[in-house]
């Protein structure tokens, strides 16, 4: 099974959102090279669970507000799906979460229950972001595949770099956020 979920960075509307879309983009790119792949033996993609997972505000993650009315991810599937994909399989949008982690962590909450109704012996799970925010996701994988209990043997873990990049601020500010994660995950009960 293939499970892809674009993180999410900015809103997609009215021309904006280039950080969101470079981050559908790379992942339709590896849906694409795949298929190429497959196609080549006679096969196509089938098993494959396309999730956006992020909500509407932070404050808000789960209800639309007066200000925002219409779910990132809502916006990142309606991009995708303009785009052509998935050709086929499923493409998930739920508007639960807000944030690297709790976007992370839902996702592996929603494939662990995917695997239970659709047990596979071999599953490869991609997210998509940017090389500065490319580490948080990366420990963030690592200590929540770890406290979810998913067994390395059923999956393997890929993030994917979309083409953009932060600005100057940003990356001070995820460098920040890196050693916090890491603090919290270390030293903390993370994130309860």
């Not at 790379?26 to 993609?45: F, N, P, R, S, V």
């Not at 992020?54 to 991009?79: F, H, N």
């Not at 690297?100 to 071999?122: D, F």
Request: glycine residues 6%; contains cysteine; aromatic residues 18%.
């Amino acid at each position: 099974m293939f499970y892809f979920v674009p993180l999410a960075y900015d809103r997609i509307q009215n021309g904006q959102g280039k950080g969101s879309k470079a981050r559908c983009e790379a992942l339709i790119w590896k849906m694409c090279l795949m298929e190429e792949e497959l196609y080549t033996d006679g096969k196509i993609i089938t098993n494959c669970w396309f999730g956006s997972l992020a909500g509407y505000t932070k404050e808000s993650p789960g209800r639309p507000t007066k200000k925002v009315p219409v779910a990132l991810c809502d916006q990142m599937k309606e991009y995708t799906i303009k785009l052509g994909y998935p050709r086929t399989g499923v493409f998930f949008s739920d508007p639960q979460a807000w944030g690297t982690y709790e976007e992370i962590r839902y996702a592996l909450q929603k494939i662990i229950a995917e695997q239970r109704y659709n047990y596979q012996t071999s599953n490869d799970v991609y997210f998509s972001t940017n090389f500065g925010h490319s580490f948080r996701v990366c420990i963030c994988i690592w200590f929540l595949k770890r406290e979810l209990g998913m067994d390395n043997s059923l999956f393997r873990f890929h993030v994917l770099l979309a083409k953009h990049s932060f600005s100057k601020k940003e990356y001070f500010q995820e460098t920040a956020k890196f050693f916090q994660y890491l603090y919290r995950f270390v030293f903390d009960k993370p994130f309860k």
